[in-house]
């Protein structure tokens, strides 16, 4: 089993070359003198090992994972598979340089592209990778091999792998050394499939670091009350929210004054998108509430009802509020009751459906659009016509879709013109 195993995840390696990387490491410890003199028992117990060499070995019932644990337990490079305990009979040699681990066999693939087809990628998958990131066409085949398999003992495989390499071009030139990182994740996410999802959701997860990046940030949350299960939920949902978070004490004192207890399900929401958003961008678009009237507080427990707040640009805020106050001539507190006004979109819907209720009460029809404003704006398109316009003679119908579509393709002054400034993350 490991015989076909490693056979499938691993390169080719000259034997000469492994006899002498042997012959150099010993070189390196002994003088040629007492090199002479020095037996293969004496070199093992100089690397620590146990007396009996016998123990250094595994058999063809051992998987991969156990074999290279093993390796790393007994501070070897190399380990000999025997078929049995019974039969010691030598299969193969197997050894390792740094992350790379290696077999002396044949039937090994030729090229990246072969090994690709090893795990499980089609030919559309692997045109899908090289154009994605051409240098791995030329990728050596040992390190390219170590990677792909310690991705498989996470259940990485063709499909899975595309969509980690679309994500993250330069993935498997990083180094994936992480055996502590793999078995943090398996704890807290609690099964293998679990972690399959989130890395390929998120590779950075492989790559970010782990004791200066990951741990800190998933310690934050959990400090400030969020579940282990509602904060997985986040990960999965946001897949850059390690990457973003930071908790000043500015910013713990905005989670605190909104007023959302920790056992709401609203909690986790506020809690994440205040972490991964900019303190000065908060700032803002606090101050841009203000200005319609609206104290600190009242802004805080705004968005601790509807945290999707932090996510509205400064713009589309100002342009939905001074409609709303100047040609719906409803109080700016409106929004505080009925948030979806400010996330409808003004040019495709606010201002078409309040022209249309107009020229509904101009027209004497009904039924009116005036006590059901709201309700209105949250209608789908078809729905909304079929209520308001549909339901009418033919005749009026069609002055009425007339006004409709008129108002509908007025168009933002200059908007095809303005430049939007990057200022990096959106919130």
């Known amino acids: 089993m490991i015989r076909n195993a490693m056979l499938k995840h691993v390169p080719l390696v000259n034997q000469s070359s492994m006899v002498s990387h042997l012959l150099s490491t010993v070189s390196s410890i002994h003088t040629e003198e007492h090199r002479k003199s020095t037996t293969i028992s004496d070199y093992v117990k100089e690397k620590g090992l146990c007396a009996d060499s016998s123990k250094i070995g595994c058999t063809t019932n051992s998987n991969v994972y156990d074999l290279v644990h093993s390796m790393t337990q007994l501070n070897v490079g190399a380990l000999v598979p025997i078929a049995s305990e019974d039969k010691k009979s030598a299969v193969e040699i197997i050894a390792e340089r740094g992350e790379e681990c290696v077999v002396l066999s044949d039937n090994l693939p030729k090229d990246s592209s072969s090994m690709f087809k090893q795990w499980g990628c089609s030919d559309d998958d692997i045109a899908q990778l090289f154009k994605r990131q051409p240098s791995l066409r030329e990728a050596r085949l040992d390190r390219l091999g170590a990677k792909l398999s310690t991705l498989s003992r996470l259940g990485i495989m063709g499909p899975d792998l595309v969509k980690v390499i679309n994500c993250r071009p330069r993935f498997l030139w990083r ?152 040609t719906m001539k409803t109080p700016a507190r409106a929004v505080l009751e009925y948030p979806h006004f400010l996330y409808c979109n003004l040019e495709a819907t606010m201002r078409p459906r309040i022209t249309l209720a107009a020229q509904i009460r101009d027209m004497g029809l009904q039924p009116q659009i005036d006590g059901t404003v709201y309700t209105a704006l949250r209608m789908t398109e078809k729905r909304f016509l079929k209520a308001y316009v549909s339901c009418h003679p033919k005749d009026v119908a069609e002055v009425l879709m007339e006004t409709y579509n008129h108002a509908k393709g007025i168009k933002r002054l200059a908007g095809g013109y303005k430049k939007m400034p990057r200022t990096g993350f959106p919130f």
């Open 175 to 326: 180094r994936l050394n992480f055996d502590e990182r793999i078995n943090y994740f398996l704890s807290f996410f609690g099964s293998k499939e679990m972690l399959r999802k989130a890395i390929v959701k998120n590779p950075s997860f492989l790559t970010h670091d782990f004791h200066n990046r990951i741990k800190p940030s998933i310690s934050l949350y959990e400090q400030l009350g969020i579940p282990r299960n509602d904060l997985i939920h986040m990960l999965m949902s946001h897949p850059t929210m390690i990457s973003r978070t930071s908790f000043e004490p500015e910013k713990v004192e905005y989670i605190h004054r909104t007023g959302v207890p920790t056992t709401s399900k609203m909690y986790k929401y506020v809690v994440t998108l205040i972490g991964i958003s900019r303190l000065e961008t908060i700032r803002e678009k606090m101050a841009n509430l203000e200005r319609f009237g609206f104290s600190e507080d009242e802004v805080l427990r705004f968005i601790g009802r509807s945290p999707l707040l932090l996510t509205l640009s400064v713009d589309k805020v100002q342009r939905n509020m001074t409609f709303i106050l100047a």
